[in-house]
């Protein structure tokens, strides 16, 4: 064997052993990877479309592949846009999740024209995705609500500058704020750092409530919660020092959606 093929033969194998030390660390660590989708529409045969494909095609799908649950939200008065939320057990897993769906014969065949529509009729507007890391002090989604009546919170907090992004997150997972959430009913669906995606730096995360009223009084709860009030005036976490702006989307899920 020569030199050279030696060497290309050595790297291969390197990054083999790297690439599956990166997936044994995420397993070890439990912290999933969550795929943030959202679907703009411009006319109610698009969404009536993207709704059956969700439940014949897509959701069954990504369950075999072992993404589950798997979350469908619409806003609360207008037919577009929807999100859809998926979990992953790794970064391999999100980053092959559509070459292993169209593989699935199953679902491509449940699928039809929502994977194959032309340009003269496009299945949606467009899509965006956000691909985020769990939180070490929430690795994995959650369902914390499931009464017929229940609305979802959708937050992106911006910040700055990558350390000012990463001081909020510690504010949350080590300075105790994910802590006084739940104390007060702020029940998390999931906590992510974004890593791919748009308004970096941010994190982003999701809340669910039995009903509007509950949202509400939940909030009420946290403002007043002494722990809250201490966290809020340390320095190093003054919103004027670790927040750009925040988005605020209150949903409601799809009937079939599984959070």
């Not at 083999?16 to 529409?41: D, I, P, V």
């Not at 890391?133 to 911006?158: D, W």
């Not at 974004?194 to 009223?213: H, I, Q, R, W």
Request: charged share 20%; proline share 7%.
């Amino acid at each position: 064997m020569n030199r050279r093929h030696f060497l290309t033969l050595s790297g291969a194998a390197g990054l083999a052993t790297l690439g599956t030390a990166t997936t044994q660390a995420q397993a070890a660590s439990g912290r999933q990877y969550l795929e943030l989708q959202k679907y703009t529409f411009e006319n109610e045969g698009q969404r009536a479309a993207f709704e059956t494909y969700l439940q014949e095609a897509a959701i069954p799908a990504l369950n075999r592949l072992g993404s589950q649950p798997v979350g469908v939200f619409f806003d609360l008065k207008e037919f577009s846009p929807a999100y859809v939320l998926i979990p992953h057990a790794s970064v391999e897993a999100a980053a092959g999740a559509t070459q292993k769906l169209l593989a699935d014969a199953a679902y491509t065949a449940k699928a039809g024209d929502f994977i194959k529509g032309p340009k003269s009729a496009p299945p949606y507007k467009e899509v965006e995705s956000w691909l985020m890391r769990a939180f070490s002090g929430m690795p994995k989604v959650e369902t914390p609500v499931k009464g017929p009546n229940r609305v979802f919170q959708l937050r992106i907090y911006e910040s700055p500058s990558v350390q000012t992004g990463q001081k909020k997150i510690e504010m949350f997972n080590d300075g105790g704020e994910l802590k006084i959430f739940r104390e007060v009913g702020l029940a998390p669906v999931f906590f992510g750092e974004v890593l791919f995606g748009a308004k970096l730096p941010n994190l982003t995360y999701m809340l669910g409530f039995e009903s509007p009223e509950d949202m509400k009084a939940g909030w009420g709860r946290f403002g007043k919660h002494p722990e809250w009030q201490r966290l809020r005036t340390m320095p190093e976490y003054a919103d004027s020092k670790v927040i750009r702006g925040i988005t605020n989307t209150v949903l409601k899920p799809a009937a079939y959606s599984q959070i």
